[in-house]
């Protein structure tokens, strides 16, 4: 049996709406494996009360999408998968899917198709690369979606740096983070997000910590998407007084993530504390370097 392991990731990091996308140590792992016939799908951990066991499963239908590209039949499939990122949470559930699915269907079928066309053809069925690069690659990507390519760039995290994620006890799907989000920007708000985007990115290569979170501000998405996350503001102020670098929404939410330097308790604390009406977890994750 084939397993691949897909890592967390957290989308947009503030300011680099759909762009850029950072991977963790959490994991879903997935199985594959080719069996006389049938699909036989097992799923385990989060989401193995809603996940679909048919055709309709997503990591089928991204497995799917190589065989059909690579012209290869599998008599039956099993897949198992072992889920570990909780799901519509904006820890990158979905890329991870998608990712392994396709990974583990190109390593299935004789591995003939690259990297670089994997995030292709995963990019198309996410519909944006910030979360997909860095699940297939790692480490913090800046990735652009162009007409025949996926252009990307990976940074290596810095050591020190740590996340904090604090996640509510509730779904919320892209699909509605995305609809509250005006589709004109103002000059002043793409330039404020350009800016940072750019300084963001720098900070990280040149391992300037403190400019890295200083940076994490954006006008894109986040302040239209505190209404679908009680309580955002409290852990934005709370987490910042108990020493965060920064905090920003992890993907579409409502899973808030904020950065430490050292220990982050005190931050972890604070961020459940704000969080006042719901059930949350907070886990400190590190940083996935590489695959
Ligand atoms: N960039 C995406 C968004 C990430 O913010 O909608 C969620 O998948």
Known sequence: MLKIRVPATSGNLGPGFDTIGMAFELYNDISFELIPSGLNIDILGEGASEIPRRENNKVFQAAKKVFDKVNFSPSGLKIILENNIPIARGLGSSASIIVGGMVAANELSGKRLSDQEILKMAVEMEGHPDNVAPALFGGVTAAVSGISSVDYLKILPPRKLHAIVAIPDFQLSTETARQVIPTMVDRS????????????????????????????????????????????????????????????????????????????????????????QQEISCKTLDLYPDL
Request: aromatic content about 6%; charged content about 20%; overall charge neutral.
């Open 189 to 276: 708000d793409a330039v404020f997000n350009i800016g940072r985007t750019s300084l963001m990115i720098g900070a990280l290569l040149k391992e300037d910590l403190a400019l890295f979170g200083k940076m994490m501000e954006d006008r894109l998405h986040q302040p239209y998407r505190m209404s679908l996350i009680p309580g955002m503001r409290e852990v934005f102020s709370l987490a910042k007084e108990a020493g965060a670098l920064s905090v920003a929404i992890s993907g579409a939410g409502p899973t808030l993530i904020a950065f430490v330097v050292g220990d982050g308790r005190p931050v972890a604390e604070a961020m459940s504390k704000a969080f006042t």
